[in-house]
């Protein structure tokens, strides 16, 4: 079992982060609930580990984590992830915080030109690590928790450090360190804002009429109320594809099946919130759309096909040469301002010219 400090009060974390602070780099790891056993999405814990040393932060009963959040925003420190994304937008809407200097392993692994990405996989591969999956899907807010899942929560980053140096080193033998260094620095520029679902984001819901979306949306505003009401995630009182049936056909709320009960208590709402999206049916906005002109969608294409050839010659995604953003920005504006300096080299090593 591996072992670690478990820090849960103030003093314990104001004393390992004056470690922290003698750490060149620091592992890094979030164990979140994230709508899947409650309402919301918030960390429960924070796992750090050195090369010799591994600490479990226990955010849910600290809940002032300030030493830490400086530790993360300090440059002088290298912190290493695998995939920043949704911790970087977790920790952006807690705690206001936007952690610098940051490695990602699943970018380096990506700028190798690897298929599986997974930490797990990434683990086994490197150092025959079976990634345990029995607390995938855990509870994370429970208290007390066992040693067994502190311990499973901490194997994520105690290998981290380690995982970062093979990376570094075969992307040194492809020469593609910088590349990786200009995506990670990129984070701290980078947009994480924590977004959650709205009554557009369901699928197939744009297909309704907009006296059925009307009535979906105050099916799935109100839905929202009652699951931060009892404190579980919006699935576990009505789930999508029934609030979809329901703004067609609504039911009889006080016997609808399949549902939260606090949905059959509520009946007198649902049914006021049925005939308040009837009377106020929602039209979606059509987006204005940008015609390129003939020349600029050959432009299009010759760059479409520049970016397969490079994307075959460096074994990578095509997306991650130019993504087609860039290539529609780079066609309007005849500049390739917009790509990072990596991308650039290689275009210009191409030949390819406007």
């Given at each position: 079992?591996?072992?670690?400090?478990?820090?849960?009060?103030?003093?314990?974390?104001?004393?390992?982060?004056?470690?922290?602070?003698?750490?060149?780099?620091?592992?890094?790891?979030?164990?979140?609930?994230?709508?899947?056993?409650?309402?919301?999405?918030?960390?429960?814990?924070?796992?750090?580990?050195?090369?010799?040393?591994?600490?479990?932060?226990?955010?849910?009963?600290?809940?002032?984590?300030?030493?830490?959040?400086?530790?993360?925003?300090?440059?002088?420190?290298?912190?290493?992830?695998?995939?920043?994304?949704?911790?970087?937008?977790?920790?952006?809407?807690?705690?206001?915080?936007?952690?610098?200097?940051?490695?990602?392993?699943?970018?380096?692994?990506l700028f190798l030109g690897k298929e599986h990405l997974g930490l797990g996989d990434l683990l086994k591969e490197y150092?025959?690590?079976?990634?345990?999956?029995?607390?995938?899907?855990?509870?994370?807010?429970?208290?007390?928790?066992?040693?067994?899942?502190?311990?499973?929560?901490?194997?994520?980053?105690?290998?981290?450090?380690?995982?970062?140096?093979?990376?570094?080193?075969?992307?040194?033998?492809?020469?593609?360190?910088?590349?990786?260094?200009?995506?990670?620095?990129?984070?701290?520029?980078?947009?994480?804002?924590?977004?959650?679902?709205?009554?557009?984001?369901?699928?197939?819901?744009?297909?309704?009429?907009?006296?059925?979306?009307?009535?979906?949306?105050?099916?799935?505003?109100?839905?929202?109320?009652?699951?931060?009401?009892?404190?579980?995630?919006?699935?576990?009182?009505?789930?999508?594809?029934?609030?979809?049936?329901?703004?067609?056909?609504?039911?009889?709320?006080?016997?609808?099946?399949?549902?939260?009960?606090?949905?059959?208590?509520?009946?007198?709402?649902?049914?006021?919130?049925?005939?308040?999206?009837?009377?106020?049916?929602?039209?979606?906005?059509?987006?204005?759309?940008?015609?390129?002109?003939?020349?600029?969608?050959?432009?299009?294409?010759?760059?479409?096909?520049?970016?397969?050839?490079?994307?075959?010659?460096?074994?990578?995604?095509?997306?991650?040469?130019?993504?087609?953003?860039?290539?529609?920005?780079?066609?309007?504006?005849?500049?390739?301002?917009?790509?990072?300096?990596?991308?650039?080299?290689?275009?210009?090593?191409?030949?390819?010219?406007?």
């Open positions: 079992m591996t072992s670690f400090d478990y820090i849960d009060t103030y003093e314990g974390l104001t004393e390992a982060a004056a470690e922290w602070k003698q750490a060149s780099e620091l592992a890094v790891d979030l164990e979140c609930e994230n709508n899947l056993h409650h309402y919301g999405a918030y960390i429960s814990l924070i796992q750090i580990s050195t090369k010799d040393k591994n600490w479990v932060i226990d955010v849910l009963k600290l809940e002032e984590i300030k030493p830490l959040l400086e530790i993360l925003e300090d440059a002088s420190i290298q912190k290493i992830f695998h995939d920043v994304s949704f911790d970087f937008r977790i920790l952006q809407d807690q705690f206001s915080c936007h952690p610098s200097n940051v490695f990602d392993t699943q970018i380096a692994a150092f025959g690590v079976e990634k345990e999956s029995k607390y995938q899907m855990a509870d994370w807010t429970k208290r007390p928790l066992n040693t067994e899942m502190l311990s499973y929560a901490v194997k994520d980053t105690v290998h981290l450090i380690s995982l970062r140096d093979i990376l570094l080193k075969e992307l040194r033998q492809k020469e593609r360190v910088s590349w990786v260094e200009e995506e990670c620095a990129a984070f701290e520029e980078a947009d994480f804002t924590y977004k959650t679902q709205t009554f557009l984001d369901v699928r197939g819901v744009r297909m309704f009429t907009p006296e059925q979306l009307g009535v979906f949306r105050e099916l799935f505003l109100f839905r929202e109320q009652l699951a931060k009401k009892v404190n579980r995630p919006v699935h576990f009182v009505i789930r999508n594809e029934q609030l979809k049936q329901f703004s067609h056909h609504p039911p009889d709320w006080e016997k609808v099946k399949g549902v939260h009960p606090i949905v059959r208590s509520q009946a007198v709402l649902f049914n006021k919130a049925v005939e308040m999206g009837k009377k106020e049916p929602f039209f979606i906005p059509v987006p204005e759309k940008k015609r390129l002109t003939q020349h600029q969608k050959e432009q299009l294409e010759k760059l479409s096909e520049l970016q397969q050839t490079l994307a075959q010659k460096t074994g990578l995604k095509a997306h991650l040469i130019m993504n087609k953003e860039q290539m529609i920005k780079i066609v309007l504006s005849g500049r390739f301002d917009c790509l990072r300096m990596w991308q650039r080299k290689l275009v210009e090593e191409s030949g390819f010219k406007l």
